[in-house]
């Protein structure tokens, strides 16, 4: 049974940079056909898919986030770590991380984290 845990901190400052983990259990996150990525939601609104890094650690970003986003990995703690920096109020959201299994004809978020609140404010 795949598992996937957020880790970071609920509160943080505005124009720093938000650290999140998402520590992966019951399997390798480096096996093929899978991403592993970050998704937010605001208070109120929808999902906005932020970014993934792959099996073989390509990264993919969301244009709209890119310049601030960047996603990483621990193969060795089998992690994978979002930093978004300069922050805003605006940037307060549940973050989750998700695995997305992949094939020719289908895309599916199939593993979730429970989700961490975070909250942008002095």
């Known amino acids: 049974q795949v598992q996937l845990q957020e880790s970071g901190p609920g509160l943080v400052k505005p124009s720093q940079t938000l650290s999140l983990s998402c520590t992966v259990s019951?399997?390798?996150?480096?096996?093929?056909?899978?991403?592993w990525s970050w998704i937010r939601q605001p208070p109120g609104k929808g999902l906005e898919w932020m970014g993934a890094?792959?099996?073989?650690?390509?990264?993919y970003y969301n244009p709209s986030l890119k310049s601030r986003t960047s996603i990483s990995r621990d193969t060795s703690k089998n992690q994978f770590t979002l930093q978004l920096s300069s922050v805003i109020p605006e940037d307060t959201a549940v973050y989750y991380c998700?695995?997305?299994?992949?094939?020719?004809?289908?895309?599916?978020?199939?593993?979730w984290g429970q989700g961490t609140q975070v909250t942008v404010s002095s």
């Open positions: 998700a695995r997305v299994s992949t094939t020719a004809t289908m895309t599916t978020y199939d593993y």
């Open positions: 890094i792959s099996s073989a650690g390509i990264t």
């Open positions: 019951g399997g390798p996150i480096t096996t093929n056909i899978y991403l």
